[in-house]
């Protein structure tokens, strides 16, 4: 007799493009309700992307969901006041779901889903991406401390993304053996077949670029924003062509750093392309056209999935010490590199290095490809099955949750 299934919640902010997929194969395996505090509109995407617009892949296809009533004064899904949904625990409370999981605990309604699963006796699992500081100590986390290591192991399991996220939640409290991999990841096939598409008119891409078809081109994707360093880019293609000509940069996105930075490379007649946001169906001909992305982001950047895409497209990728994905996907020489969070030399170096020898690119890149298998959305429903077998049971976690396997290692095994 085949058992029930179980049946499984969630609580998200909105839907989220990086996110859906793996709601959709979970559902694939149990009976799941994604409850959404609100429903982005195109203009409320607009912050920092520089412009309104829709994701242009379907958000709430295969997979139970529903809208909550948001009830905050100022509705936002970046500050903890902005998500108010006092029914998700009448919900909870009526549906008797066997596990529920929380993306984290950085807003109210997400407090009310914890709450009400304590109340309950419902068995909550967290998944989120936070990181340590890269310097220990100061009066916040001070603060901070005992209160996190009072709720922190109160959860009955930890969906792990990553390795700075199994740090973080282990430095609060967490217990191993309640840690499943659960990693961060994307629809690998999708990226990678669109990406071997597009390389087939990969030179005629270029010139209606203005990018020639020699160059070693290297991407930056991702919001013309501070935190993500775009200006350090822009100024290690400076510093880099200097040295080789036939280096270029590529600037896929938009937001209010894209107007002053592309002027400024005009001005100086720096080897720079700005071609705007493009969306998740076009990305993949930036990464066809591309030799290698560069991620220098600071330490707000938790994971970057944007890393996820490139590497399942076919490119390396360099990325700065302080972005999260680090340890997880960059192995140093194998699938691309890691450098100083701000030190552009550093940056202009590496890419001054591999365009003297481009061939080394796409070997790093093929390596890249084969690692970010790690990292999929099937692994990522095995660790969540696995850790509600563990919360169901009692039994600690059936594998070791942390990645080990090395680029050598994933060779030999699939030949």
């Known amino acids: 007799m085949?058992?029930?299934?179980l049946r499984v919640g969630l609580l998200a902010t909105h839907?989220?493009?990086?996110?859906?997929?793996w709601y959709r194969l979970l559902a694939q395996q149990v009976d799941l309700e994604v409850c959404y505090c609100q429903q982005l509109t195109p203009r409320?995407?607009?912050v920092d992307f520089g412009g309104a617009f829709a994701w242009d892949v379907?958000?709430?296809?295969?997979y139970h969901h529903r809208f909550l009533v948001n009830?905050?004064?100022q509705p936002n899904v970046s500050a903890f006041f902005g998500c108010d949904t006092p029914e998700i625990g009448r919900l909870i409370a009526q549906e008797k779901f066997d596990a529920f999981i929380v993306h984290g605990w950085a807003l109210k309604s997400f407090w009310q889903a914890i709450l009400a699963c304590w109340h309950t006796r419902t068995p909550v699992l967290v998944r989120g991406d936070s990181q340590l500081p890269a310097k220990r100590g100061g009066g916040l986390r001070a603060l901070k401390f005992p209160l996190y290591r009072w709720f922190i192991p109160r959860f009955d399991g930890y969906l792990v993304v990553g390795e700075r996220a199994g740090e973080y939640l282990r430095y609060y409290g967490a217990r191993s053996e309640r840690m499943f991999f659960s990693p961060h990841a994307v629809d690998n096939e999708f990226f990678a077949r669109r990406a071997a598409?597009?390389?087939?008119t990969r030179e005629e891409r270029r010139r209606s670029w203005g990018l020639p078809s020699d160059a070693v081109v290297y991407l930056f994707a991702g919001k013309c924003v501070a935190r993500k360093h775009l200006e350090?880019?822009?100024r290690a293609i400076a510093t880099a062509s200097r040295g080789q000509s036939r280096v270029w940069g590529l600037v896929v996105g938009d937001g209010p750093l894209r107007a002053p930075l592309e002027a400024q490379a005009r001005r100086q007649g720096w080897p720079l392309r700005f071609v705007g946001f493009l969306n998740q169906t076009e990305i993949p001909t930036a990464y066809a056209v591309s030799d290698a992305l560069v991620l220098p982001s600071d330490a707000t950047e938790t994971w970057g999935l944007v890393v996820n895409e490139a590497m399942a497209s076919g490119l390396p990728a360099f990325v700065s010490d302080q972005v999260g994905c680090a340890p997880d996907l960059i192995l140093p020489e194998q699938t691309g590199h890691v450098f100083p969070c701000g030190q552009v030399d550093s940056l202009a170096e590496l890419m001054l290095r591999h365009a003297d020898l481009p061939t080394s690119l796409?070997?790093?890149g093929a390596h890249a490809r084969l690692h970010i298998q790690r990292y999929s959305l099937a692994q990522a429903v095995e660790g969540t099955l696995a850790a509600f077998h563990a919360v169901g049971t009692g039994r600690a976690a059936p594998h070791d949750w942390r990645p080990t396997t090395t680029v050598s290692e994933e060779r030999r095994l699939h030949g």
């Open 2 to 5: 085949t058992p029930p299934r």
């Open 362 to 364: 796409a070997t790093l």
């Open 15 to 21: 839907p989220i493009q990086y996110y859906v997929p």
């Open 197 to 200: 598409v597009a390389r087939s």
């Open 71 to 73: 009830r905050a004064r």
């Open 58 to 62: 379907p958000l709430l296809e295969g």
């Open 232 to 234: 350090d880019f822009v």
């Open 44 to 46: 409320a995407q607009a």
